[in-house]
């Protein structure tokens, strides 16, 4: 199974919180120190635990075109965890490890501050996925009638008919590609009409059937340009 970019740092974070606790406990041993370290372990590791539930299941991605805004999450992650495991190691070496006022009080304040930002960074991944959503849904009429031509292109032998495809594709490539109220009856049923002209080529009809048929839709698209004008 391929491992996503965020299952590898969720699985780096657990590694590192493994590392974090054999320091803390191996390290005062191996040089005959004793600290009281249970609050401060228990924090880490709920710290670590935390970070990697909300990488591998609660994360929500605006995807690749906003990949700054996503990685916010990410960026908050690796510090939340960083300040964890820093604040704590220094509390263990104050001989503030043990469950007290500062070790509840400090790691209180970090969690805080990490579940702000992250309800931030979510709130703002999921607006701008919903804005590239609806932007995605208004070009999508002129993207696929575009695509029907070439496809009706890549079939044509007729010289004329191929001409004036390729003229109308440069007509609906070179205007503006997006929907609103007034244009989008005209682009579906431009988008029929590229149909019916598709069954006419591959059956092979006459070509005065076909030449009436991308007629019809040259003025189609005429009309859908005098509603994106007038509408803009």
Known sequence: MRLSNRNLLAAAIGVLGIIWCLFIFVIPERFGLSFRCTGAVIFVLSAVALSILYLTVFRHSPGRQATEVGALSIYFTIGYVASSMILNTKLVLSGRGGFNISLLLCNAIVNIIYIFLIVYAEKDAQRLSEQLDRTRQKISGPVCISAKLGELLGIAEDSQIRARLLKLKE??????????????????????????????????????????????????????????????
Not at 179 to 197: P, S, V, Y
Request: charged share 25%.
């Open 171 to 232: 007509a609906v490539d070179y205007s503006t590609n997006i929907t609103t109220g007034a244009t989008f009856e005209c682009e579906r049923q431009m988008e029929r009409q590229l149909d019916e002209l598709m069954h006419l080529m591959t059956h092979q009809e006459e070509p005065s059937a076909i030449q009436d048929k991308i007629h019809e839709a040259e003025l189609t698209w005429k009309t859908r340009g005098s509603a994106a004008a007038f509408k803009g």
